[in-house]
């Protein structure tokens, strides 16, 4: 069971309706179906508000530091309520996947996003949860950092909202730790490749003149 929900984003009405910030738009999400206030903690670098499921203390936690000392935050709190890495649940912009998808994944590496690399570095672990939250890619690398540090279009926003509704959905089963369950009703699928058109059947050819 998780004890800890990070969003990751930028501080700041300048970022706050880029793509880099769609941690922050879900953790948000979060906050509201369950009832947590989200509020200035010094001590943890960042807004974070406990709240409660099924009896059990939860934290939320959306860091304050920017997005490349993301780990600061999110180490100062888990280290002083002794929450495992295990136990902890990142939501993250994804340039893979395209706006309207999402994944879970535990572990592995960071991928080159910089929240990630830092949250690595201060737990000292990559053994715990990520929500990836698709927002596409420009198609170009050296596009990227302005890429997430801008608004999406506005059929980009809407699908980006739909799949943040479809991760909150899920919050019942993500929280009790049936990852299976919550899996199945987050992941997205491609939509499967049209078929091509079947040729046109051959004529028949005429019936044999009567002799």
């Known amino acids: 069971m998780f004890k800890l929900l990070v969003g990751l984003g930028n501080p700041g009405p300048e970022y706050e309706d880029t793509r880099h910030n769609a941690g922050f738009w879900w953790l948000e999400a979060v906050a509201r179906e369950l009832k947590v206030n989200l509020n200035p903690e010094r001590s943890y670098f960042g807004v974070a508000g ?23 935050s999110v180490a100062a709190l888990a280290r002083f309520f002794k929450i495992a890495p295990e136990e902890i649940l990142v939501a993250h912009d994804e340039l893979d996947l395209e706006p309207g998808e999402l994944k879970l994944k535990k572990g592995g590496g960071h991928a080159g996003h910089n929240g990630l690399r830092d949250i690595h570095a201060q737990l000292g672990s990559s053994d715990y949860w990520r929500l990836r939250i698709g927002v596409g890619h420009p198609g170009v690398k050296s596009e990227v950092a302005n890429w997430v540090l801008k608004k999406p279009a506005p059929d980009q926003r809407d699908a980006l909202e739909q799949s943040i509704q479809r991760a909150v959905r899920a ?35 005429p019936a044999a003149a009567a002799e």
Do not use: V
Not at 185 to 198: E, F, G, L, N, V
């Open 50 to 72: 406990r709240g409660n499921f099924e009896s059990q203390p939860i934290w939320l936690l959306e860091p304050m530091t920017f997005m490349n000392r993301s780990g600061q």
């Open 171 to 205: 919050l019942p089963d993500l929280l009790a730790g049936r990852m299976d369950k919550a899996t199945a009703a987050i992941h997205t699928s491609k939509p499967p490749r049209p078929k091509p058109p079947r040729p046109p059947k051959a004529d028949t050819p």
